[in-house]
């Protein structure tokens, strides 16, 4: 059984049936079919741009703890929330650097 089956019932429509063929494994061959289509699809939708998202640290507190990450629970750093006061300090400050797409990281926490 394909392992799309596994992730989605059988009885699905067209799109669902074009997605879920995409997860499943592909040869060197398809991969490269694969990467060249969406090199394409890019450049027609957006041309040859390059997007720059500056990050804005809202917390550094996290539930969690993913191996990986800084912000993991068992961390032993400073955790910082900033207040709304911060935040927009620190998005006007982004904009005026010339920014027009921020990216708001945070960790996971109540
Ligand atoms: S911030 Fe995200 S990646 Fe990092 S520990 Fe928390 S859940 Fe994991």
């Known amino acids: 059984m394909p392992l799309s089956d596994t992730i989605f019932p059988p009885q699905k429509s067209a799109l669902l049936r074009r997605f879920t063929a995409l997860l499943e494994p592909k040869d060197d061959a398809q991969i490269t079919a694969l990467a060249r289509e969406s090199a394409a699809i890019t450049r027609r939708h957006f041309g040859k741009t390059i997007r720059l998202f500056a990050p804005l640290y809202l917390s550094n507190e996290c539930i969690n703890n993913c191996a990986y990450c800084g912000?993991?629970?068992?961390?032993?750093?400073?955790?910082?929330?900033?207040?709304?006061?911060?935040?927009?300090?620190?998005?006007?400050?982004?904009?005026?650097?010339?920014?027009?797409n921020i990216l708001l990281v945070a960790g996971e926490h109540p």
């Open 71 to 100: 912000f993991s629970r068992d961390n032993a750093i400073l955790r910082v929330t900033l207040d709304i006061a911060s935040v927009v300090k620190e998005a006007r400050h982004l904009a005026a650097e010339g920014f027009r």
